[in-house]
């Protein structure tokens, strides 16, 4: 099995920056990529980024621009960079591990991000 768990998350002022972290643990191997969702009150989950085994890396049109993703295989962990934070940033933001054939297998429980002046 495969254990996520997200970390980074907090309250911060319009305009701050966060990074959040996804450290992977368990049975790892094989994992085609790992994908970055949040979900805001009353919402459907979207899409944040994501990154593959080999370093591919993947946005949404809406979230280009401000946000990076990028990983550490030595740390198995996955790094979202979030700049210029705004309001509506305001989610709960879960990792998730993809295998292609097969779908999500594995997600964190989330890390609270929350921007407000």
């Known amino acids: 099995q495969v254990q996520l768990a997200e970390s980074g998350g907090g309250s911060v002022q319009p305009g701050g920056s966060l990074r959040l972290s996804c450290v992977a643990s368990?049975?790892?191997?094989?994992?085609?990529?790992i994908d970055w969702y949040r979900q805001s009150p009353g919402m459907q989950p979207e899409l944040v980024a994501g990154?593959?085994?080999?370093?591919?890396?993947t946005f949404p049109d809406s979230m280009k621009g401000r946000f990076t993703i990028s990983r550490d295989n030595s740390k198995n962990t996955v790094y979202l960079q979030i700049d210029s934070l705004k309001p509506e940033d305001t989610a709960v933001y879960y990792c998730?591990?993809?295998?292609?054939?097969?779908?999500?297998?594995?997600w964190g429980r989330g890390t609270q991000v929350t921007v407000s002046s």
């Open positions: 998730a591990a993809l295998l292609r054939n097969v779908g999500y297998i594995a």
């Open positions: 368990g049975s790892i191997i094989g994992i085609d990529a």
């Open positions: 990154i593959t085994s080999g370093g591919s890396i």
